[in-house]
């Protein structure tokens, strides 16, 4: 699940696209490549315009928002621009959906005047509201408004499959209620009869999008009473499964629920509401925002730092972008590399992904990777940046179709976004430096690939896993199949996915998903900003975590429509919340530290021996963690 577009298109200086057009790794005919050029010109020319023309309103939104008002007021600029599209979703109220960084309460009260809904108001006065596009320079121009973006965009990770309804209709027939394979397979269910664990006397808690069918369940027998969050029941019905599972496991925990989706700050929120408020004991989301920073615990991560420090655990889907251990890697990291190629008077200066004597100023993106979203990042504090990068999508002819050029100048976030078009194929990715120091880049087509085109090579890397996902303390769960093999291909032409145990246990030589997402995870910036390793913000610099930390189950019967069977880290995630709540649950005085060395030191190693950057330790048992943990059988 995606929602809110956040699709940064702004200007770009003309000489950047020409040198883009003329420095790959082989040359067209001469013929293709002006064409090309002229089309590129043409495209930025008009950016450039928009850019060169903002008022004082328009210098605090995000151009993308200001490209999409002008484009809609001007079809002369259209025409410049035919291919591109800014990424703004636009309601056929002609409302879209926005973040205000904004300082007091009024800020709120002009949105509802100009014609807008306030859907959140954090602490601090910032808002998320759907606001009319005609209202934008009003909100804008007030003095207590900092920025106007469109709102930030999240997903959860679960993965739909090619499942034939007959099957998940068939399966519920020939049950009165769903249970987890993973239940069997974590020895989960030998694990209570052996030791007399249920999960009773710990509270746990699910983040995700909602609970839509959660009286369904309840009736159903699949869920027992779960305590929602006031107003936090949020919508769709990821939340509903997740809990399924942990009831299955831990069927005497009690059960808690809020959802991540209301907005960034709404999630921080409610992160730390469930532990003060709800009085959860171990808490587990399957969201990520695509803006949380790979390089600095920002506001998602400081919100789990806070919850561990009183005692909470925390566990958090890993995500499914791929590893590059299987070669399904779309992320890519590593020191900012000048292109040897240069054009006179050109501003700013395009990364060469290749380390060889061969320049590539390219990354092709896959067929798999039409219409997800492009991140970049690099190695600044967030909400300090001073160096200006800037992210382009280009097609097969080399026209621009996307991209992302906020300025920094140093108080900015080091952040870029685009979306790679919903049709069409030959897209490629570039980076430019505009201006500053060189820096450490991280770059993800998130749940999508970089691949090998023409003649451009593929580069991808591990060390996708990233924001709250990757704190210190949470536990970031990679994905194990219980049962039968995920259904469909991740891309075409690749190779079957691998089966489970069940209804055996996890061996070492069970085998992870293919999409389950790596580590490691490399930071520059404490959550202050202050630098790590001060002056040394490169490859060399900062400090890495070991992420993921463990592995659990997935694709695994709920009861819930669409997750029938449930694929993804977001089914991992709640395996092994469960799995601690009946640690908890046999030893109620045992501390965080000592449930996080039962559940890593009893688990089965998968991948290469010791921690391996897609399985973590390993696959997490109930008995053996349990026996390590001291309790004693019944």
Aim: proline residues 5%; glycine residues 10%; neutral net charge.
């Amino acid at each position: 699940m995606v929602r809110f577009s956040r699709v940064a298109a702004h200007a770009v200086p003309l000489t950047v696209g020409a040198l883009l057009l003329t420095t790959g790794v082989s040359a067209a005919q001469p013929s293709t490549v002006d064409a090309a050029t002229a089309r590129t010109e043409a495209g930025i020319n008009a950016l450039q315009s928009i850019k060169k023309s903002l008022s004082p309103a328009e210098r605090k939104q995000s151009s993308q928002l200001v490209v999409e008002k002008r484009l809609r007021a001007d079809r002369s600029l259209a025409a410049k621009l035919p291919d591109y599209r800014s990424g703004v979703g636009v309601s056929t109220a002609g409302t879209v959906a926005v973040d205000i960084a904004a300082h007091g309460k009024a800020v709120a009260s002009a949105v509802r005047a100009a014609g807008g809904t306030v859907r959140y108001v954090s602490a601090d006065g910032a808002v998320r509201a759907d606001l009319p596009l005609s209202a934008l320079d009003a909100i804008a121009g007030r003095a207590d408004v900092a920025e106007v973006k469109p709102a930030a965009q999240a997903t959860t990770w679960s993965e739909p499959g090619n499942r034939d309804l007959r099957q998940a209709l068939a399966a519920q027939a020939a049950a009165t209620t769903q249970v987890s394979e993973g239940d069997k397979a974590h020895g989960a269910d030998t694990a209570r009869a052996t030791y007399g664990v249920s999960g009773s006397g710990v509270k746990v808690c699910v983040l995700s999008d909602g609970v839509d069918s959660l009286a369904k369940s309840q009736s159903a027998g699949e869920l027992p009473a779960v305590d929602v969050l006031s107003g936090q029941k949020g919508s769709g019905d990821e939340g509903t499964a997740m809990l399924e599972i942990i009831h299955d496991l831990a069927p005497n925990a009690t059960l808690g629920f809020a959802t991540a989706f209301t907005s960034e700050a709404s999630f921080a929120a409610n992160i730390r509401a469930l532990r003060s408020t709800g009085k959860c004991q171990i808490i587990v989301d399957d969201v990520s925002y695509f803006d949380e920073s790979p390089f600095q615990d920002t506001q998602v991560a400081q919100a789990v730092n806070d919850v561990t420090a009183a005692g909470a655990l925390y566990f958090s889907s890993a995500g499914n972008s791929g590893n590059a251990t299987d070669g399904t890697s779309g992320y890519y990291e590593g020191d900012f590399r000048a292109s040897a190629t240069k054009i006179s008077g050109v501003t700013g200066t395009p990364h060469d992904f290749d380390p060889s004597s061969t320049t590539q100023n390219f990354d092709a993106l896959s067929a798999g990777s039409l219409g997800k979203p492009v991140t970049l990042f690099w190695s600044d504090p967030w909400g300090k940046s001073a160096n200006d990068y800037d992210l382009f999508i280009l097609n097969s002819s080399g026209s621009v179709v996307a991209s992302s050029e906020n300025g920094q100048s140093g108080a900015q976030n080091p952040y870029e976004i685009a979306n790679v078009p919903t049709t069409g194929s030959g897209y490629k990715v570039a980076v430019v430096k505009y201006s500053g120091a060189d820096r450490f880049i991280a770059l993800n087509v998130i749940r999508g690939r970089f691949v090998a085109s023409g003649s451009l090579k593929a580069f991808s890397t591990n060390g996708v896993t990233n924001g709250h996902s990757a704190a210190a303390n949470a536990f970031s769960v990679a994905a194990a199949p219980a049962a039968a093999a995920f259904s469909r291909p991740l891309e075409t032409g690749d190779p079957a996915n691998p089966a489970g145990p069940y209804p055996g246990l996890f061996t070492a030589s069970s085998k992870w998903e293919r999409f389950s997402s790596d580590g490691k995870r490399r930071l520059f910036y404490n959550a202050d900003g202050t630098a790590i390793t001060p002056g040394n913000v490169s490859s060399t610099g900062g400090t890495v975590r070991n992420k993921p930390d463990i592995t659990a189950a997935d694709g695994v019967a709920t009861s819930v429509s669409g997750f029938q069977p449930f694929f993804g880290t977001s089914a991992a995630a709640p395996h092994a919340a469960a799995i601690a709540a009946l640690l908890l649950s046999g030893n109620p005085t045992a501390t965080p530290a000592q449930i996080r060395t039962a559940l890593v030191s009893s688990s089965i190693d998968l991948g290469t021996p010791g921690f391996d950057t897609v399985t973590g330790s390993g696959v997490i048992m109930a008995g053996p963690a349990l026996a390590a943990l001291g309790v004693q059988p019944k």
